[in-house]
């Protein structure tokens, strides 16, 4: 309000951010649901939106097997805790596009993610072609985008999770901005262009290839990418 009042523009609102850290998990690489059900819960705690008035999600998607059956587990256990009752959660992977960042990672995730809500379409995770089996029966809660897609005109929160070595699983709450707003009452969207999958994606200078490599091979791992 007291941006407004100033005259400025409100990209988007952060809600929340929380986070949690393994205590089970075998592997410092290796996140547990448990863990980040928990990051996720306590970021949904205190705020005014509710787990089903979340329509998408940019994940860590590092393209690795355990990793993203755990995030999808935990974004559809927590967010669609009830069947039926809200259109899945649209999973995106800014990853999949630029590669891995490292620090930077957090930051990527959430400029995806009011993109997504500010232009009302989600970007699909680049190269995937199919869903790994153990994800197959939460799709109806939680769904890997394999395309750009237009995001619903109901969804106007968002949410991003971020992973780190050792254990430590963020996530945070975001709403769009006045654009967004405006855009997703008058039901108006951006076109997103599919990305050309036939070739590598752009990786910035000093970033790790991680997701963007896995993502470019995607094609010939038999369980998909996600």
Not at 32 to 42: C, H, M, P, Q, V
Not at 117 to 142: C, D, F, Q, S, T
């Amino acid at each position: 309000d007291d941006a407004r009042k100033a005259g400025d523009t409100v990209h988007a609102i952060i809600r929340n951010v929380a986070g949690s850290s393994e205590y089970k998990s075998k592997s410092m690489v290796t996140p547990t649901e448990d863990a980040l059900r928990f990051a996720i819960e306590e970021g949904m705690r205190n705020v005014s939106v509710k787990p089903e008035e979340i329509g998408v999600v940019d994940t860590h998607g590092s393209a690795n097997r355990l990793s993203d059956i755990a995030e999808a587990g935990a974004i559809a256990g927590v967010l669609r805790p009830e069947e039926g009752k809200a259109p899945p959660v649209r999973i995106t992977a800014v990853k999949s596009h630029v590669g891995h960042s490292y620090g930077g990672s957090g930051t990527a995730g959430m400029l995806s993610v009011i993109g997504a809500l500010n232009n009302r379409a989600v970007p699909g995770i680049r190269n995937l072609k199919n869903v790994r089996p153990e994800i197959e029966p939460i799709l109806h809660k939680a769904s890997p985008q394999m395309g750009s897609e237009v995001l619903e005109k109901e969804f106007v929160h968002g949410g991003v999770t971020s992973l780190g070595l050792g254990g430590a699983n963020y996530f945070a709450v975001v709403s769009a901005g006045d654009e967004g707003l405006k855009n997703a009452e008058e039901g108006r969207n951006l076109d997103i262009p599919e990305p050309d999958t036939e070739k590598p994606a752009s990786i910035p200078s000093g970033a790790a290839p991680a997701a963007a490599v896995a993502g470019a091979v995607g094609s010939g791992i038999p369980e998909g990418i996600f």
